[in-house]
């Protein structure tokens, strides 16, 4: 578990282009999730247990917040029109930022897996073909056939990662300016 968690906070200190690509376009999709879990769920109990920590807790939001400059309505706080400090609104994005990274993490780590398991899939084939040589079983050119088969997936992967960097960037662009204008036709 603690070998995970160092994982975890390389991969959030770590600079990788297609590790950000990643995060940008999947943390897109899971932003709208996690997003509501902090603001509709986490927040609010959030701010209830700063307010029952503060000894205030029937005073709800008010004993949540650190009032800068209060104004009041009809003798009551008014908290739109007040300036304040929401501790629990900063909180909540503290962790909405944890969930996201770690949720990204978990997705890059799967991927780095497979292809991990892929290579060592490859490296048993090519050791498996070279026993049969000794054997006698398939000869050498045969061989070299066999193991050309085996590389000729990862000859293929260069080409999908050969999108250029600006390219990259291009598309996470058009992806956030449609999910904006998405967000923007439903705000209406």
């Known amino acids: ?5 160092k994982e975890f906070k ?3 200190t770590r600079g990788n282009v297609l590790d950000m690509a ?5 943390g897109g999709a899971f932003t709208a999730i996690i997003t509501a879990l902090t603001s509709q769920i986490l927040q ?3 701010n209830w247990l700063i307010a029952l920590i503060s000894g205030d807790a029937d005073n709800g939001l008010e004993a949540a917040v650190t009032i800068l400059k209060p104004a009041y309505v009809d003798g009551t706080l008014d908290l739109a029109s007040s300036i304040y400090i929401d501790w629990g609104a900063f909180i909540t994005a503290i962790i909405n930022f944890i969930l996201v990274a770690f949720i990204l993490f978990c997705i890059v780590k799967a991927i780095n897996s ?3 398991g892929g290579k060592k899939l490859a490296d048993k084939q090519k050791k498996a073909i070279e026993k049969k040589v000794k054997k006698g079983e398939i000869s050498a050119e045969e061989a070299e056939q066999a193991k050309a088969e085996i590389e000729a997936p990862a000859e293929e992967a260069p080409v999908v990662a ?3 960097t600006e390219q990259l960037l291009a598309e996470i662009r058009d992806l956030l300016k449609e ?3 998405e967000e923007h036709k439903e705000e209406k």
Do not use: E, H
């Open 22 to 26: 990643v995060g940008v376009i999947v």
């Open 114 to 116: 497979i292809r991990a």
């Open 179 to 181: 999910q904006k204008t």
């Open 44 to 46: 609010p109990l959030i």
């Open 1 to 5: 578990m603690k070998k995970f968690f």
């Open 10 to 12: 390389d991969f959030i």
């Open 162 to 164: 050969a999108v250029t």
